[in-house]
């Protein structure tokens, strides 16, 4: 029902900042709950934050709350993540993902996913 194309990783010192997006095709775009999670080689994809689908409630884990925030456009079907004070353990696969129901902070919990987006911090 939706398709997710993630853009605006990249490397940056530690300390720096990136904004990431997460162009979504499809209708009923402002119907799902929007998520990031991100994975490192060989691990588990992990939480990173979570937007309403009308934008009003945002979720975030312990590690990133503070530093990163997430928005989203729905007249643009775009949602974003900007990161600041990257810290070299922020290195990883970003992913964008929509969910049209379940728990906001589960990876199984969405349906759709996009091919990620690098992000590297460098020490």
């Known amino acids: 029902q939706v398709q997710l194309v993630e853009s605006g990783g990249g490397l940056v010192q530690a300390g720096g900042s990136l904004r990431l997006s997460c162009a979504a095709s499809?209708?009923?775009?402002?119907?799902?709950?929007m998520g990031w999670f991100r994975q490192a080689p060989g691990k588990e994809h992990e939480f990173v934050a979570a937007?309403?689908?009308?934008?009003?409630?945002?979720y975030y884990s312990d590690s990133v709350k503070g530093r990163f925030t997430i928005s989203r456009d729905n007249a643009k079907n775009t949602v974003y993540l900007q990161m600041n004070s990257l810290k070299p353990e922020d290195t990883a696969l970003y992913y964008c993902a929509a969910s049209y129901s379940g728990n906001y902070y589960l990876a199984g919990a969405y349906g759709y996913w996009g091919q990620g987006t690098q992000v590297t911090v460098s020490s």
């Open positions: 937007i309403s689908p009308s934008g009003g409630n945002t």
């Open positions: 499809g209708r009923t775009f402002s119907m799902y709950a």
